[in-house]
């Protein structure tokens, strides 16, 4: 009898693609994927430790697997078992580190071997330097696929705990890729999102770089969209911008992290750029695109962040004029440096900054989002969302930007133009 296998992801579009990529293991070792409910015989979480919410997150979801059946086989992977290392949950069977969740079946099997004996699967992953090849062929999402090209850090922000979970970078064949984008678009997805742990690094460890890889994916037939997940400000150059923005298939929709607009916390943060910079960065990004949206994370209450400081982020923010702003209180993650650092912010403090910024948000996406109005804007649509107001099929735009068309005619992965007439369309 099959086996039943349920996964749960956790974190970034990185782990949801190794999610994907290990259910596909599992599906072609034989094993049924059943939801993540009561009744599996294996529970596999891949984790996240970005954050103490997510390190708790993580927590729970283990002892849920447990709960839901005592007698599965739990197991463990991702960011929070690399960084707990041999310290793990006692609910846990199995802990599979990062660049070894493509072993997953081997584990597996040697752990239903050795008679059930608790079972751990961590690499020293500061000195690994080959990438953990793994690749889907379908994903969860039936019109876009996010494609995993890159793994690993070596930016050593001062805040953040990545770089010591994922290790040095470690960029994937650039054929390999291709293979998979072609394999996509064979099966119908018109949309791939190339990401990874620090995308704008891809290549160099291999020679490459992201701006050949997302040329060579342009000329794919079939994909009719190439988007980008998280950059860093540094790779928009003059070159990257008004390359980028000769392919028709780019979509006009980046992420920038920011993380503050104040360079006196830039500095303590280890982000090597200034405010100023990062707005030379969106400029160039305006000058070669029409209305871009530019998407960014911001985080509040960073070690000795002043009233002044805070002041100053939020006014660079305003300024900015971003279509998205995400949201961070920041956390204290152990091992780093900002852990140690002096004039940690209380957490009252953080929560009132943090409700500024989602406000101030909140405005800027709107005043975007009404500048669409009476627009007709290209829509990849994805499915049908029923309302009080009737039945919409819905879609994003290539800027990202959430579109519905009032039909009850399924238009699913395709391709429509949609005069965007009301506020109703624009679905949040």
């Not at 596999?44 to 849920?64: E, F, G, W």
Request: glycine fraction near 6%.
């Amino acid at each position: 009898m099959k086996k039943k296998a349920a996964l749960h992801n956790l974190g970034c579009k990185v782990n949801a693609y190794e999610t994907e990529a290990m259910q596909e293991l599992l599906e072609q070792n034989g094993y049924e994927i059943v939801p993540f409910k009561e009744g599996a015989d294996v529970y596999i979480i891949n984790t996240c430790t970005v954050t103490n919410v997510a390190d708790r997150k993580s927590r729970q979801m283990l002892h849920k697997a447990r709960k839901m059946n005592p007698d599965a086989v739990v197991v463990a992977t991702g960011c929070y078992v690399q960084a707990r290392g041999e310290d793990i949950d006692p609910c846990v069977d199995i802990v599979v580190g990062n660049n070894k969740k493509k072993d997953l079946i081997a584990i597996l099997d040697e752990y239903y071997n050795a008679q059930h004996k608790i079972k751990k699967e961590l690499l020293d992953i500061n000195h690994e330097k080959e990438y953990e090849e793994m690749q889907v062929t379908h994903t969860a999402e039936h019109t876009r696929a996010y494609i995993k090209v890159q793994d690993g850090c070596n930016q050593f922000c001062s805040y953040c705990i990545i770089p010591y979970t994922r290790g040095r970078v470690r960029s994937r064949n650039l054929e390999h890729v291709l293979e998979e984008v072609r394999t996509l678009a064979a099966s119908g997805y018109k949309e791939v999102v190339l990401t990874g742990i620090h995308l704008s690094s891809y290549g160099i460890d291999t020679g490459e770089s992201l701006l050949e890889l997302i040329q060579k994916v342009h000329e794919i037939d079939g994909i009719k969209r190439i988007r980008l997940g998280s950059l860093e400000p540094r790779i928009i150059t003059e070159e990257f911008a008004s390359s980028i923005a000769a392919l028709p298939k780019m979509c006009p929709h980046f992420h920038l992290s920011l993380q503050s607009g104040c360079n006196a916390t830039l500095k303590r943060m280890n982000r090597r750029y200034s405010a100023e910079e990062y707005m030379e960065k969106c400029d160039l990004l305006r000058k070669y695109f029409h209305n871009p949206a530019l998407t960014t994370d911001v985080i509040v209450g960073f070690p000795g962040e002043t009233q002044e400081e805070f002041a100053e982020s939020m006014d660079f923010v305003d300024r900015v004029n971003f279509y998205e702003t995400h949201i961070f209180k920041y956390s204290r993650r152990a091992g780093t440096k900002a852990a140690v650092m002096p004039d940690q912010v209380p957490e009252e403090i953080k929560s009132e900054r943090s409700a500024k910024m989602i406000e101030l948000g909140h405005r800027k996406q709107k005043v975007y989002e009404e500048k669409l109005l009476g627009t007709t804007q290209e829509v990849l649509m994805e499915e049908a969302v029923e309302t009080e107001d009737g039945i919409y099929q819905v879609g994003h735009t290539k800027e990202y930007v959430k579109i519905g068309l009032k039909t009850e005619e399924n238009l699913s992965n395709q391709l429509k133009n949609v005069k965007i007439e009301d506020t109703k369309q624009i679905i949040h």
